[in-house]
């Protein structure tokens, strides 16, 4: 059983703090991985995704990398109280695998 | 540009019913992918279609559940008969070329009575 595992949380930061999600995978062939943000009774949005090990930055947000020990994690720096949502880990398998494996989120609250 | 549509956005039955869910995706895209979202069980994928033909449906719960894509500019979810546990939010998705970056439409709410 594919599987990509994420702490549920909620997980609480201050206002203007760095947030770090992270999310492991069990598939070792799994190439590219996305980060997902969903607001309460919204649909989820994409919001990085990231094919190579290392980090890849997008504004104020990091996604992280490392096939090595099967890990993703992205950080948003400067959180703000509208990045409060519940943040979706997902994992697609090798190429031509056009299934997304979901993580069942994070649970993030910025506190004002 | 419009994103993935679907209908309707809330769907009230009685058990027993059936339901259908419909989707129009991205114009441009070549697949489509149906979800269920539940807050025991998360985001679950159903079934994905790769210019139209059906690829995995090994997400389908049981016989009940069907799902059919005519064309590239629509698909339809259906559920006959319709049972309480099948109450959860449906989303349709979908991606262009090369299968990456899914984009999801704004769901279907779905209360089974």
């Known amino acids: 059983q594919k599987e990509v595992e994420q702490n549920s949380g909620p997980l609480s930061v201050p206002e203007g703090a760095i947030a770090s999600l992270n999310c492991t995978y069990s598939?070792?062939?799994?190439?590219?991985f996305f980060w997902y943000r969903q607001y309460s009774g919204k649909s989820p949005e994409l919001i990085m995704f990231i094919y190579s090990n290392g980090d890849k930055e997008d504004g104020r947000f990091t996604a992280q990398l490392n096939k090595a020990s099967q890990y993703v994690s992205l950080l948003i720096r400067d959180s703000q109280p509208s990045d409060s949502a519940t943040y979706l880990c997902?994992?697609?398998?090798?190429?031509?695998?056009?299934?997304?494996?979901f993580g069942t989120g994070t649970r993030l609250k910025v506190l004002a | 540009d419009a994103g993935v549509i679907q209908s309707p956005r809330h769907e009230v039955t009685e058990m027993g019913q059936e339901v259908t869910l419909r989707c129009k995706p991205i114009s441009g895209h070549n697949s489509l992918f149906w979800y269920r979202q539940t807050m025991m069980r998360g985001l679950e994928l159903l079934i994905y279609f790769n210019n139209n033909v059906p690829i995995d449906d090994s997400g389908m719960p049981e016989d009940r559940f069907s799902a059919k894509m005519p064309n590239a500019s629509f698909s339809t979810l259906k559920i006959q008969p319709s049972e309480p546990r099948d109450s959860a939010v449906y989303f349709c998705?979908?991606?262009?070329?090369?299968?990456?970056?899914?984009?999801f439409g704004p769901g279907t709410r779905l209360t089974v009575l």
């Open positions: 998705a979908s991606s262009g070329q090369g299968g990456n970056e899914q984009f």
């Open positions: 997902a994992a697609q398998g090798e190429p031509g695998t056009y299934k997304y494996i």
């Open positions: 598939d070792r062939g799994s190439q590219s």
